[in-house]
């Protein structure tokens, strides 16, 4: 019989309650270099959820490697994995200590060192050049290892996971992209590794999980790691390691690690496939990349392709996870969106979630249900409002919910099926949940003034999430045939034109999902913005490179550095901003992605989502989630 999701998995004498891993990722929740209570909460929260492994943050093994300003440092984690240990232990969690180096894909900016590196090889993100390391670097960095293994040992974790994946110095040390050196380390470039892995498992001991995170396809193969090579790596490693996670990517293609909806879902697969046959029952595997789904997490563990499953985005979506499908439950889905959960920025945001308003805030107090049972009228069935609905019900509130459409969502369910991530999933399972805890759900109606007058007059609480109200655009439109707004496309309305101009003021993925949308139709599509660059904001999510990829494909034309003059009959007319160059694109109609104005507040109401200002899906549910909390 093939194992189940909620199945226990023995590795090294340890048992993990099931085969479902919490896997390494940047929190930002750090104090200093040091893990905070926020971390402690963050864990504890996927262990009482059922998760079987958590790895914690990669905590780097050298000073000089400080990747980001809150990155965990080994020598200052080892109060903060004894509490995370304590904090897990009592659900059965297993707790492993990610240990890593960024090498050549770090910085120098809080160090003010060099960087270290197999060979002199800028990383072509930042083009800093690093510096080759000299021997006594090398054992710098095999004592580095060591000695966060000790630490984590001392802290009673049940063992550590060593990094060689798409950022780290030890796969710099096997790639042939970046290790060109001419001594031994370069000759046999997995020595490196082989003395890290022999130096951990030595001061670890045989009771304590050694884990290896291996990128087994750098996506690179003129000179970088492919499978036949990395398989060969794999056997090697089996006989000395207990686990061995496949991801892929490296240094031209470290966004495949944790990729967005544009891949599609099991991209991993059959690359962990291939390095579980190679291994051949010698270690347990896991397949990481991209899942977020129940349904083919089971299934790959029933057509072996792995042995365990790595969830990650999909736990902070709902840490619940393997909870709700011990229980036949709908977890709260993950749309893969990557908006608030990758936080590797300049801006140190704390991690979290679109759709769960209490992920990387899991330790703030206040969190329970309500002193006394109150009526609630909630107006609006977006995100913000169906949140709202949702929390105030499980607070134990009395909801009653009204949406004027015939239908929940609001403008997330207009860009259901319009965009590759289906912020609609979110929206049903809100309202399924709603619907579960009892809210009575009014559709097609509208709730007048009156009627919010007088449920205020009688006491009820009443929540405003109405959303926007249609923006005037900020140009001449002489030709009201030839002008339509991202809402008007999103919900099925495209120009009756062959040749659009997609008005992007924000650089956000608005304007990159319709500009996707309209040329998967067939469209000539111009996309014009007052930024250097097409989708500006999208760095933070991994889709900045990607998305101009897409668009070069299709034969997308980019406008950069201009505003909107005017659009007639004639054409759409640019304007460049420095220059003063009108640019018109003949017989073209607009859409524009402006944001939508706030709609009128109710005196007396509490107000989320649009009808504040305009609001992100991950602002709306938040904002809903809030208002309910303070209820």
């Known amino acids: 019989m093939s194992p189940a999701l909620t199945d226990p998995i023995t590795l090294a004498g340890r048992t993990a309650p099931a085969r479902v891993i919490f896997g390494p990722h940047v929190t930002n929740l750090g104090e200093g270099r040091a893990f905070s209570d926020g971390h402690v909460a963050y864990y504890e929260r996927r262990a009482r959820g059922g998760a079987g492994i958590v790895v914690t943050e990669t905590a780097s093994i050298h000073p000089l490697d400080h990747p980001y300003e ?131 498992r030595e001061r670890l001991g045989a009771n304590r999980i050694l884990a290896v995170r291996l990128t087994c396809d750098e996506n690179a193969p003129w000179a970088g790691l492919t499978p036949d090579v990395t398989g060969s790596h794999a056997r090697e490693l089996a006989p000395v390691i207990d686990l061995l996670t496949v991801v892929r990517g490296g240094l031209f293609s470290p966004e495949t690690y944790r990729p967005d909806a544009h891949t599609p879902r099991g991209f991993n697969d059959d690359l962990c496939r291939s390095i579980r046959v190679a291994v051949d029952g010698a270690v347990p595997v896991v397949l990481q990349g991209g899942v977020v789904d129940a349904g083919h997490a089971r ?201 659009v101009v997609v008005w992007d003021p924000l ?38 490179v990607p998305a101009n990829v897409r668009m070069h494909r299709a034969g997308v034309r980019r406008h950069l550095g201009v505003s909107v003059a005017a659009v007639d009959a004639g054409a759409v007319r640019l304007v460049q901003r420095v220059s003063g160059e009108v640019v018109a694109v003949v017989d073209a109609a607009l859409v524009d992605c402006s944001p939508r104005l706030p709609g009128r507040e109710v005196p007396g109401a509490r107000t989320a989502g649009d009808c504040v200002a305009p609001r992100s899906v991950r602002e709306a549910i938040r904002e809903g989630n809030e208002v309910a909390h303070a209820l």
């Open 299 to 499: 299934r790959v563990l029933e057509e072996g392709v792995c042995d365990l499953v790595e969830m990650t985005r999909a736990q902070i979506a709902d840490p619940d996870l393997v909870a709700s499908v011990g229980r036949g439950a709908q977890p709260r889905p993950c749309v893969r969106c990557n908006q608030a959960c990758l936080v590797e920025d300049f801006r140190n945001p704390v991690v979290g979630c679109i759709g769960n308003a209490e992920a990387g805030r899991e330790n703030r107090n206040g969190r329970n249900p309500a002193g006394r049972s109150r009526e609630v009228l909630v107006v609006g069935g977006g995100p913000a409002g169906l949140e709202a609905a949702r929390v105030a019900a499980e607070r134990g509130h009395r909801v009653v919910l009204v949406e004027r459409e015939p239908s929940t969502g609001g403008a997330a369910r207009a860009a259901a099926g319009r965009r590759c991530v289906d912020f609609g999933a979110l929206t049903r399972w809100l309202e399924g949940r709603c619907r579960e805890l009892g809210v009575d759900i009014r559709l097609g109606r509208a709730a007048t003034p009156a009627e919010i007058a007088a449920a205020l007059a009688s006491g009820t609480e009443v929540i405003q999430a109405s959303g926007g109200v249609p923006r005037p655009p900020g140009f001449p439109v002489t030709a009201p045939s030839r002008y339509a707004t991202a809402a008007d496309v999103l919900s099925g309305t495209c120009p009756d034109s062959p040749r």
């Open 507 to 544: 650089g956000g993925p608005v304007a990159v999902a319709v500009t996707d949308h309209l040329a998967s139709r067939g469209a000539e599509v111009h996309y014009a913005t007052g930024d250097a660059l097409a989708g500006s904001r999208l760095a933070p999510t991994g889709d900045l």
């Open 70 to 200: 809150r990155a965990p440092l080994a020598a200052c984690s080892g109060a903060g994995y004894t509490r995370i240990v304590e904090a897990c232990r009592p659900y059965g969690t297993l707790v492993l200590a990610g240990l890593g180096h960024r090498g050549l894909q770090g910085t120098s900016a809080w160090t003010r060192s060099p960087l270290w590196a197999p060979s002199r090889i800028p990383d072509p993100v930042t083009r800093e050049l690093p510096a080759e390391m000299t021997r006594d670097d090398i054992d710098d960095i095999v004592d580095g290892f060591a000695r966060g293994a000790g630490i984590a040992a001392a802290a009673d974790l049940d063992g550590v996971e060593l990094d060689v994946g798409p950022t780290s110095l030890l796969r710099q040390f096997l790639s042939g992209l970046t290790n060109h050196r001419d001594d031994e380390y370069g000759i046999d470039r997995a020595l490196l590794l082989r003395e890290v892995v022999g130096a951990v």
